[in-house]
């Protein structure tokens, strides 16, 4: 798979930290899994988002979409980079990989074999894809330009 993936321009601790912060926010009393992402725009800018239950279940959001929707619901739709970081503990002690439909909510603002997805338990340990790693032969806009 020929992946583009360049960390130059990439500030990947700082993006775990935020993610780190955002997660502290999460609303998760039924499934005590907690989940903050942070996701870089083109031009520097940070988005946060924790993930937000509701007792009726379905109305739910995942950290990642909540991230990428206040960007966009604020004009932004370039992104660079997303970190993850979520866990039951308090210290997440595993990587939390975006879901399928958060990965294809990715797809549709984003170029899949450059956008890096970032997936970390602490600063010091994460693991990095590419958008088309985790989500290869996907379905976009550009199939219905
Ligand atoms: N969750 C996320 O926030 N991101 C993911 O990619 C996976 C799952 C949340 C949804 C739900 O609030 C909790 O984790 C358990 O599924």
Do not use: W
């Not at 940070?46 to 995942?62: D, L």
């Not at 866990?87 to 939390?96: F, L, R, S």
């Amino acid at each position: 798979m020929e992946t583009k993936m360049n960390l130059e321009n990439i500030p990947v601790q700082e993006l775990i930290k935020s993610a780190l912060l955002a997660r502290k926010k999460s609303y998760s009393p039924y499934s005590s899994f907690q989940v903050g992402a942070a996701v870089l725009t083109v031009d520097n800018r940070i988005y946060t988002g924790c993930n937000i239950e509701n007792a009726a279940y379905s109305p739910g959001i995942c950290a990642e979409r909540n991230a990428i929707y206040k960007a966009v619901s604020e004009g932004v739709r370039k992104f660079l980079a997303i970190a993850v970081v979520g866990g039951a503990k308090d210290e997440p002690d595993t990587y939390a990989f975006p879901c399928g439909v958060c990965r294809q909510v990715m797809r549709e603002f984003t170029k899949p074999e450059e956008f890096v997805i970032i997936v970390a338990k602490s600063t010091e340990d994460y693991r990095i894809y590419t958008l088309e790693e985790l989500l290869p032969d996907s379905f976009g806009p550009d199939h219905l330009a």
